[in-house]
């Protein structure tokens, strides 16, 4: 397969297409005219650890002839890497077959946190009780 077209999802954001006259979405494009994005990859690529991965970048047309005019290329690959305790939360969120993001490992942090705060109260009266002979 081809993989996702660059007019899909041009870099920078916002850059020109470089079309002239070209249809499309419906529209008419000019040089002038800028492109926004329009393409998520979803669903997300979890690379697990111990897993190679690689982004190849090739263009369909291939590049200009030697003393041709010097043609940019350019591709954008966004990340987020979890090492450490967010890693092992990663992999519980993952197994539970839950979105892997910033905000769900926080709010799966948080829930461990209050699971942890509500044992240390529960075995704290528990004490408390032993100590006053049973009673409460």
Known sequence: ???????????????????????????????????????????????????????????????????????????????TLYDGPDALIANKLLELGVTINPNNVDWYKRSLIEQQQRASVAQSAAAAAAANGGQA
């Open 1 to 79: 397969m081809f993989g996702i077209p660059g007019l899909a999802s041009p870099y920078p954001r916002g850059a020109a297409s470089g079309l002239s006259g070209a249809v499309l979405s419906g529209s008419t494009v000019t040089n002038d005219q800028n492109i926004l994005k329009s393409f998520d990859l979803y669903p997300d690529v979890y690379v697990l650890p111990g897993q190679v991965w690689q982004i190849l970048f090739t263009t369909r047309d291939g590049t200009q002839a030697a003393g041709a005019s010097t043609e940019v290329l350019a591709a954008f690959v966004k990340y």
